[in-house]
T-cell receptor, first 112, second 112 residues
Framework: NAGVTQTPKFQVLKTGQSMTLQCAQD?????MYWYRQDPGMGLRLIYY???????DKGEVPNGYNVSRLNKREFSLRLESAAPSQTSVYFC???????????FGPGTRLTVL | GNSVTQMEGPVTLSEEAFLTINCTYT??????LFWYVQYPGEGLQLLLK?????DKGSNKGFEATYRKETTSFHLEKGSVQVSDSAVYFC???????????FGAGTTVTVRA
């Protein structure tokens, strides 16, 4: 079991470029999440998908879009990157409501 | 709403010292409580959890007891090692909620 995997591990973008962060889990979990982590800000939820076919906004969704491609995969897209989106992005999943979350290793994104 | 408040850091200790990180919560209903640990450059991983009042979670020498009367879930370890240097997050979830509420995180550094 690989758990939750994320690609890429590192990325540098220029302002205005677009990119998609990929996340996959092999634990047959129903719900998946995208967070960003910034110094002194803790973890902030961007979007989540309670189940395949549904997505909902978290507390900081502006500038991002998501796709729940299938039960395994949940991608995060930056259409026009901005320096304020420089952050570490984590994907997570849970098997059912109220359970603990399983996290991926993170993607470190720098926008110049 | 639901929220988690944890002790602000950073905390610096010597090896073999006693560690305690305070965590208190506000929640409607009966939450499950978690401690996550994040080692440098890695994602979050579950350290321990408790799902009902008076439960004690334990792992790797760390312990925390779910105290409903004081709405607390303080993390303790009797003798820390350099390898315990990490960021620690307290979190809660409710049975019918897809989302976790995280504390801001406490950075712990253990010196040899």
């Amino acid at each position: 079991n690989a758990g939750v995997t994320q690609t890429p591990k590192f990325q540098v973008l220029k302002t205005g470029q677009s990119m998609t962060l990929q996340c996959a889990q092999d634990m047959n979990h129903n719900s998946m999440y995208w967070y960003r982590q910034d110094p002194g800000m803790g973890l902030r939820l961007i979007y989540y998908s309670a189940s395949e076919g549904t997505t909902d906004k978290g507390e900081v969704p502006n500038g991002y879009n998501v796709s729940r491609l299938n039960k395994r995969e949940f991608s995060l897209r930056l259409e026009s990157a901005a320096p304020s989106q420089t952050s570490v992005y984590f994907c997570a999943s849970i098997p059912y409501r109220g359970a603990e979350q399983f996290f991926g290793p993170g993607t470190r994104l720098t926008v110049l | 709403g639901n929220s988690v408040t944890q002790m602000e850091g950073p905390v610096t200790l010597s090896e073999e010292a006693f560690l305690t990180i305070n965590c208190t919560y506000t929640a409607t209903g009966y939450p499950s409580l978690f401690w996550y640990v994040q080692y440098p450059g890695e994602g979050l991983q579950l350290l321990l959890k408790a799902t009902k009042a008076d439960d004690k979670g334990s792992n790797k020498g760390f312990e925390a007891t779910y105290r409903k009367e004081t709405t607390s879930f303080h993390l303790e370890k009797g003798s820390v090692q350099v390898s315990d240097s990490a960021v620690y997050f307290c979190a809660l979830s409710l049975p019918n909620d897809y989302k976790l509420s995280f504390g801001a995180g406490t950075t712990v550094t253990v010196r040899a």
